[in-house]
């Protein structure tokens, strides 16, 4: 499998511009993904507030790791789908903020059930083998609920 860039990535994604967050697809298979992101250190992150990007900003970098994931999982001649997080368990982070943090991040998510445009998935965001944040969400495609 060749890498994904950033380009191929934000063709899987309904987000656009500077809301791409991930730089890389490494690996991924039909449950798992891994992805590389340096947006963290940007400084027109979008997700920043007042000069600072906050641990639990890495569930947006998790949820499009999932949307990339599940793009894949669907094929090229499909297009991108909203969803959203419905649920989020178990999740722990640490107290660190991710633009303080050298080097890249990893993203890692497995899927652990998928079904009529409803998923779950275990997720892990960490830099230099230290976790970040990790825990398990549900995802919901637009339309899925209805």
Known sequence: MRTLTAPDIARLLPH??????????????ADTIHCVAHRHHAIDNPLRMAGRLPAWCGLEYAAQAMAVHQGLCAGSDVPPARGFLAVAR??????????GLPG???IHAEKLIAESGRSMYQFQ?????????????AVVLQGAAE
């Open 104 to 106: 890249e991040l990893h």
């Open 125 to 137: 965001l960490s830099s230099q083998g230290h976790t970040l944040l990790s825990g398990r969400v």
């Open 16 to 29: 656009s511009g500077n809301m791409v967050l991930l730089d890389a697809v490494l690996k991924h298979d």
């Open 90 to 99: 178990d999740v722990t982070l640490t107290p660190t903020d991710l633009d």
